[in-house]
């Protein structure tokens, strides 16, 4: 069963820096994403990555996040720095599957960032 599973979630204080992991296993997926929901808000996009290492972040957020990939690990990271208490929400990762193209989402991970 393939699914992805995130971590590295918790509670920083403002101007923190933290790191963000999705491990894929079950299936070879494709381009992996980043995204986000605050309370109250619709899930927005952060950012991606394709298999080759091509990288695309939302403008808002591009200046304070870094998204890599490690392919041999089947993990994806993502770097978020000068964290902000409006940064606060469950972070998902997601992607397809290279055949089939079936979509997977994470269960989410908390980001908490107040003083």
């Known amino acids: 069963q393939a699914q992805l599973q995130e971590s590295g979630g918790g509670l920083v204080q403002p101007g923190g820096s933290l790191r963000l992991s999705c491990e894929a296993s079950?299936?070879?997926?494709?381009?992996m994403n980043w995204h986000r929901q605050a309370p109250g808000k619709q899930r927005e996009f952060i950012a991606s990555?394709?298999?080759?290492?091509?990288?695309d972040y939302v403008d808002s957020m591009k200046d304070r996040v870094t998204i890599s990939r490690d392919n041999a690990k089947n993990t994806v990271y993502l770097q978020m720095n000068s964290l902000k208490p409006t940064d606060t929400a469950v972070y998902y990762c997601?992607?397809?599957?290279?055949?089939?193209?079936?979509?997977?989402w994470g269960q989410g991970t908390q980001v908490t960032v107040s003083s």
């Open positions: 997601n992607s397809r599957t290279i055949i089939g193209g079936v979509e997977y």
């Open positions: 079950g299936n070879i997926f494709s381009a």
């Open positions: 990555i394709t298999r080759g290492g091509r990288a």
